[in-house]
């Protein structure tokens, strides 16, 4: 231990990551607090000039960022001048004050000896520079910390570094187009206005909104930020090379379990997506909107339904050797059509690889209503062929190849959504209804789009049969 504290203090003024060690002996840093403290190591030497961190709450965000980060930053150059905001001044405060006794202390001290502050236990020569709850000065030199609340005044303020620590308190705030806008008007007119050209500005949030603070700026100039997102629950092997977790796996189990997370979402979906997976959704959908579905019992259905075949829709993506944001889960869904309305009776999201996936269809096909008529389409795209191929081969299944699509997905999406919209598509209860449209409303925001696909894919084919239709011919009864 005694070693570890040396090498940390020879590390700590060079490394931010190891100042967090260095700073509270009880630090216990995991890889992304780690990932997180290289990030901001980057803006402060100009490699970055804005960073968002997108981070799930009670994740250790803002004891990197908000109470160490300025600390270390004002230990390497005390003329710094930065300004640390949340959404209330009492919460700006606690920040501004947890810093100064982080350079108050022997420790900090023993580092940077050129930053310290009036009043500190360990200097008496500093007699007339500002230090209160809400701003203190480094002796001797320019710089300084200010405290403000979103909302709050700066004026003749110049401002370094802005770091702003969720500006948003609650669903309430989030929720309310008056706040987003106060919000919203509050940086553009106070806190951009205290900026020069080499000013660098640091975001911390847990998403709320997707027309928050952040979802603003970065319609506005998305070119211009540097954006972390860590969801709670990975969601893109390796989260993009970021880390070493796998798909499905919780960011902190230590603190935060899977299965607690995934009772919170099971509470909450839509919440869920926002807080802690860090991607909001319009509510009620994007696109689509969740009230445009109808429901029908299963009981319902099977009363309705007479000899209708039920159809399967595959899209093929799964590879567990392939990493990055292009290893989307395949998707299967089943449904039919009942005389001019379309009958999703399941949908589900398949990490398996292609002996496991071969193995699985013609399950998944005899649990869901499927039979002789049934036919399974796929796509031939990534392993849809051999898919395909393996199936005819091995299988008495009715298997089809659906159409190359000439068009982007989000067109494609759109041109069936009317057909949603009027009510066509139902949806037969099942625990399966929420993952489908938590992703299909989200889209195009939605980290996965298997469902996307295959729904699209339903629609078109269940409604091929009215193209053939002389609609100027038609004879009427």
Same mark, same amino acid.
Request: charged share 25%.
């Given at each position: 231990?005694?070693?570890?504290?040396?090498?940390?203090?020879?590390?700590?003024?060079?490394?931010?990551?190891?100042?967090?060690?260095?700073?509270?002996?009880?630090?216990?840093?995991? %890889?992304?607090?780690?990932?997180?403290?290289?990030?901001?190591?980057?803006?402060?030497?100009?490699?970055?000039?804005?960073?968002?961190?997108?981070?799930?709450?009670?994740?250790?965000?803002?004891?990197?960022?908000?109470?160490?980060?300025?600390?270390?930053?004002?230990?390497?150059?005390?003329?710094?001048?930065?300004?640390?905001?949340?959404?209330?001044?009492?919460?700006?405060?606690?920040?501004?004050?947890?810093?100064?006794?982080?350079?108050? *202390?022997?420790?900090?001290?023993?580092?940077?000896?050129?930053?310290?502050?009036?009043?500190?236990?360990?200097?008496?020569?500093?007699?007339?520079?500002?230090?209160?709850?809400?701003?203190?000065?480094?002796?001797?030199?320019? !710089?300084?910390?200010?405290?403000? =609340?979103?909302?709050?005044?700066?004026?003749?303020?110049?401002?370094?570094? /802005?770091?702003?620590?969720?500006?948003?308190?609650?669903?309430?705030?989030?929720?309310?187009?008056?706040?987003?806008?106060?919000? %919203?008007?509050?940086?553009?007119?106070?806190?951009?206005?205290?900026?020069?050209?080499? *000013?660098?500005?640091?975001?911390?949030?847990?998403?709320?909104?997707?027309?928050?603070?952040?979802?603003?700026?970065?319609?506005?100039?998305?070119?211009?930020?540097?954006?972390?997102?860590?969801?709670?629950?990975?969601?893109?092997?390796?989260?993009?090379?970021? *880390?070493?977790?796998?798909?499905?796996?919780?960011?902190?189990?230590?603190?935060?379990?899977?299965?607690?997370?995934?009772?919170?979402?099971?509470?909450?979906?839509?919440?869920?997506?926002?807080?802690?997976?860090?991607?909001?959704?319009?509510?009620?959908?994007?696109?689509?909107?969740?009230?445009?579905?109808?429901?029908?019992?299963?009981? #319902?259905?099977?009363?309705?339904?007479?000899?209708?075949?039920?159809?399967?829709?595959?899209?093929?993506?799964?590879?567990?050797?392939?990493? =990055?944001?292009?290893?989307?889960?395949? !998707?299967?869904? /089943?449904?039919?059509?009942?005389?001019?309305?379309?009958?999703?009776?399941?949908?589900?999201?398949?990490?398996?690889?292609?002996? #496991?996936?071969?193995?699985?269809?013609?399950?998944?096909?005899?649990?869901?209503? !499927?039979?002789?008529?049934?036919?399974?389409?796929? &796509?031939?795209? /990534?392993?849809?062929?051999?898919?395909?191929?393996?199936?005819?081969?091995?299988?008495?299944?009715?298997?089809?190849?659906?159409?190359?699509?000439?068009?982007?997905?989000?067109?494609?999406?759109?041109?069936?959504?009317?057909?949603?919209?009027?009510?066509?598509?139902?949806?037969?209860?099942?625990?399966?209804?929420?993952?489908?449209?938590?992703?299909?409303?989200?889209?195009?925001?939605?980290?996965?789009?298997?469902?996307?696909?295959?729904?699209?894919?339903?629609?078109? #084919?269940?409604?091929? &049969?009215?193209?053939?239709? #002389?609609?100027?011919?038609?004879?009427?009864?």
């Amino acid at each position: 231990m005694k070693l570890r504290r040396i090498k940390l203090k020879r590390d700590a003024p060079l490394h931010f990551s190891s100042f967090l060690g260095y700073a509270n002996p009880k630090y216990q840093a995991e %890889w992304f607090h780690i990932l997180i403290a290289d990030y901001c190591q980057m803006l402060y030497e100009g490699k970055i000039k804005n960073l968002m961190v997108f981070m799930p709450p009670q994740h250790g965000k803002s004891e990197i960022i908000s109470r160490n980060f300025p600390a270390w930053a004002l230990g390497k150059n005390p003329d710094l001048k930065i300004v640390g905001s949340s959404y209330t001044i009492d919460l700006a405060s606690q920040f501004s004050r947890s810093i100064q006794r982080t350079i108050d *202390s022997k420790e900090y001290q023993a580092i940077f000896p050129g930053t310290f502050l009036n009043g500190s236990n360990v200097r008496t020569d500093a007699k007339g520079y500002l230090r209160n709850v809400d701003i203190f000065e480094t002796v001797g030199r320019r !710089g300084f910390y200010k405290a403000v =609340g979103v909302g709050g005044g700066l004026t003749g303020t110049p401002v370094d570094i /802005a770091i702003i620590d969720d500006p948003v308190k609650d669903a309430a705030e989030a929720n309310s187009p008056t706040y987003r806008q106060r919000v %919203w008007d509050w940086y553009n007119t106070v806190l951009t206005t205290r900026l020069h050209n080499e *000013s660098k500005q640091l975001f911390i949030m847990t998403r709320w909104h997707e027309d928050d603070l952040a979802g603003r700026i970065l319609k506005a100039e998305p070119d211009d930020w540097t954006v972390l997102i860590i969801p709670a629950i990975c969601e893109v092997e390796h989260d993009n090379g970021l *880390s070493e977790r796998h798909i499905g796996e919780a960011l902190w189990p230590q603190r935060h379990s899977l299965a607690k997370l995934l009772k919170q979402q099971q509470r909450a979906p839509r919440e869920f997506s926002a807080l802690y997976q860090q991607r909001p959704t319009i509510e009620g959908g994007n696109i689509v909107k969740r009230d445009w579905f109808q429901r029908i019992s299963f009981a #319902d259905f099977k009363a309705m339904r007479f000899k209708e075949p039920v159809h399967f829709y595959l899209d093929t993506a799964y590879n567990k050797k392939k990493a =990055g944001s292009d290893n989307d889960p395949s !998707g299967i869904l /089943a449904a039919c059509r009942i005389k001019n309305n379309i009958y999703v009776l399941h949908a589900q999201s398949v990490w398996k690889e292609m002996p #496991d996936l071969l193995r699985f269809l013609p399950e998944y096909i005899i649990a869901h209503e !499927g039979n002789a008529e049934s036919i399974l389409h796929i &796509e031939p795209k /990534a392993n849809g062929i051999s898919v395909v191929q393996m199936l005819k081969e091995t299988t008495s299944l009715n298997v089809k190849e659906t159409p190359n699509p000439t068009d982007d997905k989000e067109v494609r999406f759109r041109v069936v959504s009317p057909r949603i919209e009027c009510g066509r598509v139902f949806l037969v209860e099942g625990v399966w209804i929420e993952d489908f449209l938590n992703q299909v409303c989200a889209f195009p925001a939605a980290a996965h789009d298997e469902f996307v696909d295959i729904l699209g894919y339903a629609i078109n #084919d269940l409604y091929e &049969e009215d193209d053939d239709i #002389d609609y100027d011919n038609i004879s009427v009864i």
